[in-house]
């Protein structure tokens, strides 16, 4: 369920109309939905009301301050990879409590800086990650929460490219290395193995998958216990899935009582890391078109965004609806709509039953509120367009649009000529 919907035939986001925002805020503009996103976080939010627990928003979907503010406000935590995304979440009032730092490249100063800032646990991919942190807790003196990030080696069913817990996959620790590992960190003074975590994918479009990493994370917990560590936080990840085009994923509900039910005898804390489930939806990208172009086999609509705004069709061969915001009922045919970029790649839709766009019309493409702006470029030196949140009838520009002088800026300052 989203708020962006077509009344006497004009795109409105809530009580917004669209028309109105490209006009005043210019295109590609990614748009917001605050009442969507405030559905959708406390959806999934109670639908683990039954077990003690923290949803922590995964910032790497969408790192808007504003967006990331209004979910502050809703309860929410942050699931962090950087940190550049510690410093966004702090700026948006989020408790350091509810901070967990997952990611298998974090370097020395992203755990000093997570260590003074206070987040709840680290999440820790390797042994040599796990050493640094004991020693970036040793030089600071705060000692490290941490948990270790599980490789269960569950199918996660999803694109290859976002498949993280399988065996080959570059993510967590192997579960059989397991106990070896929380054995070494429970005799490091400066650890403090507190956590089990996993994150097996994203985009998931079935409950069983979460099961059965569940499982293989009980057993593990079991035989911790087993060995005089206590550990008070199981960490789930994210990676609900939701729906781009005919996918069917479980509602929140249905994910949310299937591991309630399955923690039923487990004393922990449960964190969740969820991110497009409660941003994907909530974010519309409007784009203008240019040109069209008919070639012998194609007929092209030339609009003003690119890859570099949304590279997601490009990259994943993922499916984004796209609808004109003004519809006027014409006959539709397959069209390809692409970008300015000279890449073959770049396009946003191929093939796909829509009108005959006239150049100056515009077009929504859906689903782009997590992984859209949050991957955007300025690849072709395009700077980056301008987002929007709407709530209710209001319209608050979140982020001014690139301007080409503040892009040049960081090279033009160091510009040399040289002699020749
Ligand atoms: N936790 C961890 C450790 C993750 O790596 C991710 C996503 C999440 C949570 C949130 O997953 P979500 O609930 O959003 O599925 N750019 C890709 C998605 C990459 C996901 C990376 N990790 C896309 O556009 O589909």
């Known amino acids: 369920m989203h708020h962006f919907q077509h009344t006497n035939n004009e795109l409105y986001a809530e009580d917004v109309s669209v028309r109105e925002l490209a006009r005043e805020h210019g295109t590609p503009l990614y748009v ?21 627990h923290i949803t922590c928003f995964s910032v790497k979907c969408n790192s808007n301050l504003s967006l990331l503010h209004l979910l502050k406000r809703e309860g929410a935590g942050a699931d962090i990879v950087s940190g550049g995304e510690l410093a966004k979440a702090l700026e948006a009032g989020i408790a350091p409590e509810k901070i967990v730092f997952s990611g298998v490249g974090k370097k020395y100063w992203e755990m000093t800086y997570a260590l003074r800032a206070g987040i709840l646990m680290c999440n820790v991919e390797s042994d040599q990650e796990m050493e640094l942190l004991s020693r970036a807790a040793a030089d600071t003196g705060i000692p490290a929460r941490m948990s270790l990030r599980i490789n269960p080696d569950v199918d996660p069913g999803t694109h290859p490219y976002i498949s993280t817990g399988l065996k080959k996959n570059k993510f967590g620790v192997a579960i059989e290395r397991a106990p070896e590992l929380y054995a070494r960190a429970g005799k490091d003074p400066w650890l403090e193995p507190v956590g089990i975590d996993c994150h097996i994918g994203s985009q998931l ?103 570099n705004d949304l590279i997601r069709p490009s990259y994943y061969g993922a499916y984004h609806r796209i609808a004109e915001v003004t519809p006027q009922g014409r006959e539709v045919a397959p069209r390809d709509i692409v970008g300015p970029i000279c890449e073959t790649g770049d396009f946003l839709a191929q093939d796909r039953d829509l009108p005959f766009i006239e150049p100056g019309e515009l077009l929504a493409v859906f689903s782009a509120g997590g992984y859209g702006f949050a991957m955007a470029s300025q690849y072709n030196s395009r700077p980056r367009g301008a987002e929007v949140m709407v709530d209710g009838d209001r319209a608050h520009l979140v982020r001014e649009r690139e301007s080409i002088e503040e892009m040049i800026a960081p090279e033009k300052r160091l510009l040399t000529h040289g002699d020749g």
């Open 205 to 307: 479009t079935q409950v069983s998958p979460f099961l059965e990493s569940l499982e293989r994370l009980k057993e593990l917990y079991t035989r911790l216990q087993g060995m005089g560590l206590s550990i008070d936080y199981l960490d789930l990840g994210g990676g609900l899935g939701i729906t781009y085009e005919e996918e069917d994923p479980p509602h929140p509900g249905e994910l949310g009582e299937a591991l309630s039910d399955a923690l039923a005898d487990m004393d922990v804390t449960l964190v969740l890391e969820p991110g497009r489930v409660i941003a994907g939806n909530a974010g519309i990208m409007v784009t203008r078109t240019l040109y069209t172009k008919e070639t012998e086999l194609k007929h092209f609509t030339v609009v003003d965004a690119a890859m």
């Open 32 to 52: 917001y939905s605050a009442a969507t996103l405030r559905r959708h976080f406390q959806a999934y939010d109670s639908a683990f009301d039954k077990v003690r």
